[in-house]
């Protein structure tokens, strides 16, 4: 089982990284989960054709209780993905992170894995690795490779290097490795060159290169991944390569 | 309102089953938890606090710790309490503010095996569930990492699950022993009161294995999985269900298959018996064979409701149990629970140390192999 958690400045991509990633290893026949651990809830809403999934946090304040199984909290998208969205506290009030490791421990109880038995499982996980609970996703049994999404803008290089640094921390833990950076251009001057120099510098490999495109806003307004909606331009090449590149490692 | 006590006790936490379980094996136990906490664990709920050295380490976890996810503090501290105190192994648990802050205790213990090079545990306790299920876990983990391969030996058991918690320290498990001796066993090791922690390394010697406690019986599964000894599930209360319970030791050996003898009864509603699963049921099995009643458990915490009988009922709120008493013409529970008891049902006092802490235990009588006649009881 491959298992993923991706990490980024908040509003750099991670959640149409990590859906069009799920979805081209859907497209490369693998069973996938995507869990969205992010408050927002809107990691997995293009696999899912712009219908959202209950989640979990929204399901035990609707019924005052724990989910009974699976399909409480979870739906099918493209590729038979399923998705799951950890969900948030009411805006303003109790513990986010608390909310992941509740979400965790939940599935765990309901035995996702084992019932499920996916090949790839991927965290979308909100900006940065602030407190104990943003940090569930990369502890052991949990995800083993860390992405890393950034562009050339100083912020965002800002929060990999404080990603990468959090990680680097948990080296005595068996937690998750990083495995490289996702470049999603945003059309920086010298972008390149200084995403180049930033993954040097911590000895970080750029595991894909994300050209700035309007077809994935496109696909998106009408929500679906530019991997299902257009597999074949490019962009979607990319994040196929990406999957391919994760299959590879795990042989 | 469901899981709430407003009138009677609840029972001791996760996190005093594991202190308890590992009590005399040599280890260091840590709880994080915030300093002022270690009489519940220590003292209130162990009664072999005032007779035997153990080392239970309270981290004084504080609010900026908590705040700032200080571990690096927690890891001095155990590491400079291990090098001073020399465990055999440490096992660190949790209490509820852990929980709150997500600390990853399996993380930890893979760091602290690293900087102190002794066998470290992470236990998954929140203070917020049952001593059973702390205890089992605690007993687990040292297994897997202690017990060693030995050749099996015929009519040979340990006793698993003993803890004061359930059996006081009242003579009950020293009878069972002898029960087992006198009967032609060797007993290997009683884990974890009384035993050497070589003892229970050589735990796999056993043919069979009995659990007698609920706490024992994922050690016993995994005792089972590793070394293929089957296990009976009972305590040898009462003369005629003692004498089952070593038939069903017998046949356990002989075919390989685990027993749960006191789960074959068919109770009525009208004879309840108030406590933790494989105790409570076995007593109830011994007023059933010894004094002709028809009896029925009432489980407040079960960790494997299975091993029950069809009768029986797993209670978990207050205003359920006291439905069920009202159904009852006897009950035998805790003292802590009368005051939930209808008037018109005759109450007969049956102390749980898990329950009642220190309060009632010198009322907690031994009845292991000892014959069973209602009138010890003024029916």
């Known amino acids: ?14 959640s149409t990284v990590t859906s069009n990633l799920a979805a081209a290893f859907a497209r490369l026949g693998k069973k996938v989960i995507q869990i969205g651990c992010d408050p927002k809830a809107d ?6 054709n712009g219908d959202p999934v209950m989640p979990v946090m929204n399901y035990l304040r609707e019924y005052d209780k724990e989910p009974e199984q699976i399909s409480d909290i979870a739906k099918e998208g493209f590729g038979g993905i399923l998705c799951i969205e950890t969900g948030g506290p009411t805006p303003g009030l109790g513990c986010a992170g608390r909310g992941i490791i509740t979400t965790f421990s939940l599935l765990e109880d309901l035995k996702l894995f084992e019932t499920y038995q996916p090949d790839v499982v991927l965290y979308d996980v909100l900006g940065d690795v602030v407190c104990g609970g943003f940090a569930a996703p990369i502890r ?5 490779h860390v992405l890393i999404v950034t562009s050339g803008e100083k912020m965002a290089l800002y929060a990999a290097n404080n990603i990468n640094s959090a990680v680097q921390n948990f080296a005595d833990r068996a937690y998750a490795k990083v495995f490289g950076l996702v470049m999603n251009r945003r059309s920086v001057e010298k972008e390149e060159e200084k995403v180049r120099a930033f993954a040097e510098a911590n000895g970080l490999e750029i595991v894909a290169d994300i050209p700035r495109s309007n077809d994935i806003i496109h696909w998106e307004d009408q929500g679906k991944t530019i991997v299902e909606g257009a597999p074949e331009l490019p962009v979607s090449q990319q994040f196929l390569a990406l999957a391919q590149k994760f299959l590879q490692e795990e042989k | 309102m469901k899981q709430t006590a407003r009138i009677i006790s609840i029972y001791a936490s996760d996190t005093a089953g594991v202190c308890s379980m590992l009590y005399e094996l040599g280890g260091m136990t840590i709880v994080h938890d915030a300093s002022g906490c270690n009489s519940t664990y220590s003292t209130h709920d162990e009664p072999r606090w005032y007779q035997h050295d153990s080392m239970i380490y309270i ?15 927690l890891v001095d501290d155990i590491v400079r309490a291990a090098e001073e105190m020399k465990p055999r192994f440490l096992a660190l648990c949790g209490s509820p503010m852990p929980m709150m802050i997500g600390t990853d205790f399996d993380a930890l213990a893979t760091e602290l095996e690293q900087k102190t090079g002794l066998p470290v545990f992470g236990l998954h306790t929140n203070g917020m569930n049952s001593y059973l299920n702390g205890a089992s876990q605690a007993l687990c983990a040292y297994l897997k990492r202690f017990c060693i391969e030995v050749p099996k030996e015929k009519k040979s058991v340990n006793i ?14 020293g009878s069972i022993r002898s029960w087992l001796k006198d009967n032609g066993y060797q007993v290997v090791s009683c884990m974890a009161m009384g035993s050497s922690p070589e003892e229970i390394s050589r735990a796999g010697k056993a043919s069979v294995n009995l659990v007698i406690s609920s706490c024992g019986l994922a050690a016993a599964e995994y005792l ?3 070394f293929g000894a089957p296990w009976v599930s009972g305590v040898p209360y009462g003369k005629s269900f003692s004498a089952q319970l070593l038939n069903a030791l017998e046949l356990a050996e002989k075919t390989g298959i685990c027993q749960s ?3 074959a009864r068919t109770g009525t509603k009208k004879v309840a018996v108030v406590g933790e699963s494989v105790t409570a049921s076995s007593f109830a099995a011994a007023l059933e064979t010894d004094c002709g009643l028809s009896v029925r458990v009432l489980c407040p915490q079960a960790l494997q409701p299975s091993i029950l009988a069809d009768c029986d009922s797993l209670i978990d709120c207050e205003d359920s149990m006291a439905a069920a008493f009202a159904e009852a013409d006897v009950v035998f529970a805790d003292p802590l629970f009368e005051p939930v008891c209808p008037r018109g049902t005759i109450f007969i006092r049956h102390p749980h140390e898990a ?10 009588r031994n009845f292991v192999c000892r014959e069973l006649k209602r009138e010890m009881f003024s029916l």
Do not use: Q, W
Request: one cysteine or more; glycine letters at 12%; aromatic letters at 8%.
């Open chain 1, 43 to 48: 990691s997995t809403i293009n696999l899912l």
């Open chain 2, 59 to 73: 981290s004084a976890l504080t609010e900026t710790d908590a705040i700032l996810g200080n571990d690096a503090r």
């Open chain 2, 160 to 173: 698993i699950g003993a803890t004061p918690l359930d059996f006081s320290l009242n003579g009950s498990v």
């Open chain 2, 224 to 226: 089972k999985k590793r």
């Open chain 2, 261 to 263: 003898p006191h789960a």
């Open chain 2, 355 to 364: 329950f009642s802490g220190r309060c009632f235990s010198g009322e907690i």
């Open chain 1, 1 to 14: 089982m491959i298992k993923i958690a991706i990490y980024g400045k908040g509003g750099i991509g991670k």
């Open chain 1, 140 to 144: 052991e049994n949990y995800a083993d």
